[in-house]
Nanobody
Framework: VQLQAFGGGLVQAGGSLRLSCAAS????????VAWYRQAPGKQRELVAS???????DYADSVKGRFTISRDDSKNTLDLQMNSLRPEDTAVYYC?????????WGQGTEFTVSS
């Protein structure tokens, strides 16, 4: 399954942005889908994940502001981001995991201006 992320750009602080990730094949049987991000000079970190369709986890820094969702009928994974802050600036990567499968999208970058 190949992944392609969309939705990056420039947004003002306090604004909203929605990232989408399209999979080349079905993600219905993939138990773990996630978004990660990597800010300049920092390690890649988990932003949000869905496990087994039920367990949703968020980084403390985005709780209450970001919402992850998956649509198995469209093979997409989205990240709705509200109340954006300059520290959210990063390259965002979508990710799917199942057993030995651990695929990453190419990353989409956005900048939050203060």
């Amino acid at each position: 399954v190949q992944l392609q992320a969309f939705g990056g750009g420039l947004v003002q602080a306090g604004g909203s942005l929605r990232l989408s990730c399209a999979a080349s094949g079905s993600i219905r049987a993939i138990p773990v889908v996630a978004w990660y991000r990597q800010a300049p000079g920092k390690q890649r970190e988990l932003v949000a994940s869905i496990m087994n369709g039920k367990i949703i986890d968020y980084a403390d820094s985005v709780k209450g502001r970001f919402t992850i969702s998956r649509d198995d009928s469209k093979n997409t994974l989205d990240l709705q981001m509200n109340s954006l802050r300059p520290e959210d600036t990063a390259v965002y990567y979508c990710n799917v995991q199942r057993g030995n499968l651990n695929n990453w999208g190419q990353g989409t970058e956005f900048t939050v201006s203060s």
